[in-house]
């Protein structure tokens, strides 16, 4: 088991910046890689970035791409999304998530969500 717990979401202008971290705990030794994922009011949810957590390798979404950065400490067991260039439609319940079975596409443990509101 994996216990994922995100933080620093808030209400931020547009334009602005702002991080997010997602502190990991249990089972850290099975992960493969780790995900931000998003979620507006009445929309579905959309994958934002992912990265490998032994290579470090990134990957956007087209969206946040150039915008976004996602990154992990291992040592601290902790992802990070720094956004900047924030833009309203940003505005969602952001989402980490842990891949353990190496898939790279499925994630079997979630975060509870941490809230971002980008204002205009």
């Known amino acids: 088991q994996v216990q994922l717990v995100e933080s620093g979401g808030g209400l931020v202008q547009a334009g602005g910046s702002l991080r997010l971290s997602c502190a990991a705990s249990?089972?850290?030794?099975?992960?493969?890689?780790m995900a931000w994922f998003r979620q507006a009011p009445g929309k579905e949810r959309e994958f934002v970035a992912k990265i490998s957590w032994s290579r470090g390798s990134p990957y956007y979404a087209n969206s946040v791409k150039g915008r976004f950065t996602i990154s992990r400490d291992n040592a601290k067991n902790t992802l990070y999304l720094q956004m900047n260039s924030l833009k309203p439609e940003d505005t969602a319940v952001y989402y980490c998530?842990?891949?353990?079975?190496?898939?790279?596409?499925?994630?079997?443990?979630w975060g509870q969500g941490t809230q971002l509101t980008v204002s205009s």
């Open positions: 998530a842990a891949d353990t079975d190496g898939s790279g596409i499925t994630y079997e443990y």
């Open positions: 249990g089972r850290t030794d099975s992960l493969y890689s």
